[in-house]
């Protein structure tokens, strides 16, 4: 049938006695294309009553009476058929009734001009287009309400659920999806507080701005559907143009046009490349998605990537720079990988989960043998780059705090895919062939992909493409929110990332990673020299210190000793190297650049300098070597000042005995502080013990 009615009966409870609703269904080639239900709830889903009816219906098919379109079982009754339905309705019907009547009784009217008439309950046309029925009005009113209440009352967590449910839809295939995204963000446009915060030159909250990255990261993946019609592409551009040009459209790095452009983002290039930065348009929250919209599918190559396991060429020489294939014949796709991981996620998102997963291992090869190259690379500048103490910023973008949250992408994509479970099985079942039973949400080795390296795994893939992007030579972005977004996604990477149990063959990725991070130059932000303005390393190092000290001490040690630096407070340090050609340098030469998040990243400093202090116990040489690092490194009064009270209690902590070389640690930060204090000694054991007040 093509329509479906009933009543549905809702049992009396202790305070409301039993309610009776009428519900009413049209359905179109498999989906339900309208409701209607007596009982008056509003909300962006079904009632209860409307999907109570819609299961009855499937759970007892034999149980409801089928019935002939009415077109085709009336024919000579029609007339008293009408005639009894305006009765029954005269006061609805009678005006439409008299003008239809009127109209028909017109041989020059439009109805007389059609072969027929339309009859509801024989279904569509089959050139009709059909979609899932789609509340609009009540989605606008939910979200205006969530707006209204300005992140109180769980608001912020209600819109999150709407960008789930959209992206469930696109996950789907239900052509909903893009409708009810351009529902959300017209009321988000519409939010008067754009424009006041926009005449106030105040920025807005935190988790507002959150959501509106998530607007633009959907959107991302809505034009870049693989499978959308040149028409739906069209119309999205349209609109997404529009809202671009509105005054108040969020700008992407959360600025306010008081700051400075942000450098990350990728240079204009042809006729305007040499336009001055500062006239330049801000990039707004939407403009990725309309950059993304020239992005097309038709490459062959990648065409083979996503769609078969065994696309390779084992007889291809892994020797230009822009190789198709690598050293094992593995596939591999050179594109800004910021973009590359977004066809990653669309793919995820429309639900090709398996095409998804072929691209991010091409992306992730792509990756690991640029790294090498730039190695190669390196160590055959390295004596000249050395002897000038400069350096540059290779990347325009950094990874870790993109917009596009690519690593993040990456990661997630590959963890999905070792995460042992029945969705996962069915929905990767091409590349787990022949896997027993295993315990759900437990962290697999499952074999990847059979021209990776003996011994990968979704798993040791997923951990090694976050490290290269953690280490990532990066340049520290200008305003508030987008240095705050850096250091937020670094440590939710990181924190992910702690959840993983490591075993021998993960430990191998650390080891390789710490080492190509410490002799890979400019690529890299633990590289011998690195430009004053780079992002500092100090979380990142602090996992890896802690991570590889079980295993490898002293690479540990280096790797978090190379970590203390923090250029931009050195009075000295060089502007950088202009004759690169995809140099960043400051604005304005040796200027004091407006890190906001300094203070934050101080005192992530003083945590690796306490970690490694604490580490260090008991290893006269390597608590030498950690207080010069302090000394040379740290800044602040007050975190030096912390870090010989850490040293202090370290060194005397009632398990043990005192230790003294600790003591001089905690006695040299602390003169290094306060040059005129009180020292109080007490023969105890006879050891000496410092206090200074």
């Not at 209607?36 to 209860?48: E, H, P, V």
């Not at 055959?380 to 290779?394: C, Y």
Request: glycine letters at 4%; aromatic letters at 8%; a negative charge.
């Amino acid at each position: 049938g093509f329509h479906l009615s009933g009543t549905v009966t809702e049992p009396a409870m202790q305070s409301e006695p039993e309610t009776v609703c009428n519900v009413a269904i049209s359905f179109d080639r498999c989906k339900i294309t309208s409701v209607t239900c007596s009982c008056g709830n509003k909300d962006i889903f079904y009632c209860a009553h409307v999907v109570a009816l819609s299961l009855y219906r499937i759970r007892k098919p034999d149980q409801v009476k089928l019935h002939l379109p009415i077109s085709e079982t009336l024919l000579d009754q029609l007339q008293k058929f009408v005639q009894y339905l305006i009765t029954v309705h005269h006061t609805e019907v009678l005006p439409t009734a008299q003008k239809l009547a009127d109209e028909i009784l017109s041989q020059n009217s439009e109805i007389n001009q059609v072969h027929g008439a339309p009859d509801p309950t024989a279904g569509a046309s089959i050139d009709d287009e059909n979609c899932w029925h789609l509340d609009e009005e009540q989605v606008q009113e939910q979200v205006k309400l969530f707006l209204s209440q300005g992140g109180y009352h769980g608001s912020g967590k209600q819109l999150n659920l709407l960008f789930a449910k959209v992206r469930e839809m696109l996950k789907m295939r239900d052509s909903n999806g893009a409708r009810m995204l351009t529902l959300i963000t017209e009321q988000f446009m519409a939010d008067p507080r754009l424009a006041l915060w926009r005449q106030q030159g105040t920025a807005m909250t935190d988790k507002y701005r959150q959501l509106w990255d998530e607007l633009g990261a959907l959107w991302m993946c809505i034009v870049l559907n693989p499978h959308c019609k040149l028409e739906q592409k069209a119309s999205w551009l349209k609109q997404l143009k529009k809202w671009n040009s509105v005054d108040v459209c969020p700008w992407e790095d959360g600025n306010h046009g008081n700051e400075l452009p942000n450098l990350t983002n990728a240079l204009p290039q042809g006729a305007n490349a040499n336009q001055d930065s500062s006239n330049r348009p801000h990039r707004t929250v939407f403009t990725r998605a309309i950059e993304a919209c020239d992005l097309h599918w038709q490459d062959s190559h990648l065409q083979h990537i996503i769609s078969s396991d065994l696309y390779t060429n084992y007889c291809y020489h892994d020797d230009t720079e822009n190789s198709l294939f690598d050293s094992h014949g593995g596939p591999l796709w050179h594109e800004h990988v910021p973009t590359a991981c977004a066809r990653v996620d669309a793919l995820r998102s429309h639900g090709y989960p398996r095409e998804a997963l072929r691209l991010a291992i091409a992306i992730v090869n792509t990756l690991r043998r640029q790294q090498q190259k730039q190695l190669e690379t390196f160590r055959a500048q390295k004596k000249e780059l050395l002897h000038r103490g400069v350096t540059s910023i290779t990347n325009l973008e950094g990874w870790v705090g993109h917009p596009l949250d690519p690593i993040g992408t990456l990661f997630s994509s590959l963890m999905e895919a070792c995460r042992v479970d029945d969705e996962s099985f069915h929905g990767f079942s091409d590349f787990m062939e022949n896997m027993g039973q295993c315990k759900s949400l437990e962290y697999q080795h499952l074999p990847a992909h059979k021209f990776l390296e003996e011994g990968e795994s979704y798993l040791t893939l997923a951990v090694e493409v976050a490290l290269i992007g953690l280490g990532q030579q990066r340049i520290m972005p200008d305003g508030l929110y987008a240095q705050e977004k850096v250091c937020r996604n670094e440590e939710q990477l990181i924190s992910k990332l702690q959840e993983i149990e490591l075993d021998d063959t993960l430990v191998k990725i650390f080891r390789k990673q710490a080492v190509f991070l410490l002799e890979a130059g400019p690529y890299s932000g633990l590289g011998e020299v690195i430009h004053r303005e780079s992002v500092p390393m100090h979380t990142f190092a602090k996992y890896l210190f802690t991570s590889l000290l079980p295993h490898d001490a002293e690479l540990a040690y280096k790797t978090a000793l190379r970590a203390m630096r923090l250029l931009v407070l050195e009075s000295t340090a060089p502007s950088g190297d202009m004759s690169r050609p995809h140099h960043i340098a400051s604005v304005v030469p040796n200027r004091y650049p407006r890190w906001f998040t300094l203070s934050h990243i101080e005192s992530q400093q003083c945590e690796l300098a306490s970690t490694m202090l604490t580490a260090a116990k008991g290893d006269v040489r390597r608590l030498e070597t950690v207080l010069e690092s302090i000394q040379k490194n740290i800044h602040s009064s007050s975190h030096i000042f912390k870090l010989a009270q850490d040293a202090f209690k370290i060194a005397t902590l009632m398990d043990s005995l005192p230790d003294i070389t600790l003591l001089k640690v905690s006695l040299e930060l602390g003169l290094q502080v306060f040059p005129l204090f009180t020292i109080i000694t007490l023969e105890e054991r006879n050891l000496t013990q410092c206090w200074w007040v």
